[in-house]
Nanobody, 126 residues
Framework: VQLQASGGGLVQAGGSLRLSCAAS????????MGWFRQGPGKERGFVAS????????VYADSVKGRFTISRDNAKNTVYLQMNSLTPDDTAVYYC????????????????????WGQGTLVTVSS
């Protein structure tokens, strides 16, 4: 599967953005999906994940209550709605696909994911 992330850009603190991750080559419903981000000088870290059927989600504590992950398998697309953005959210955001069994305990681990998109840059100004 190929993943294409989009929707990044420059936004003021307090603003919102919606990222999209479009899949091609294989049905998105085959995969649990995750979003990760890598800020300046930081390691890539977990943001959110969602099961294949969209019934279960997990969020990093830093984004809980502000970000929402969702998916539309008919459109082969996963979304990340980001609200109340702060400068600390500035990062390159990556979507990733996991074709294994979903686990709330391991979904945060980068090595769980088999395929990665190219990333989209989100910059939040103060």
């Amino acid at each position: 599967v190929q993943l294409q992330a989009s929707g990044g850009g420059l936004v003021q603190a307090g603003g919102s953005l919606r990222l999209s991750c479009a899949a091609s080559g294989r049905a998105l419903s085959t995969y649990n999906m995750g979003w990760f981000r890598q800020g300046p000088g930081k390691e890539r870290g977990f943001v959110a994940s969602i099961t294949k059927n969209g019934e279960s989600t997990v969020y990093a504590d830093s984004v809980k209550g502000r970000f929402t992950i969702s998916r539309d398998n008919a459109k082969n697309t996963v979304y990340l709605q980001m609200n109340s953005l702060t400068p600390d959210d500035t990062a390159v955001y990556y979507c990733a696909a996991d074709e294994g069994a979903y686990s709330r305990y391991t979904t945060r681990i980068k090595s769980r994911y088999d395929y990665w998109g190219q990333g989209t840059l989100v910059t939040v100004s103060s």
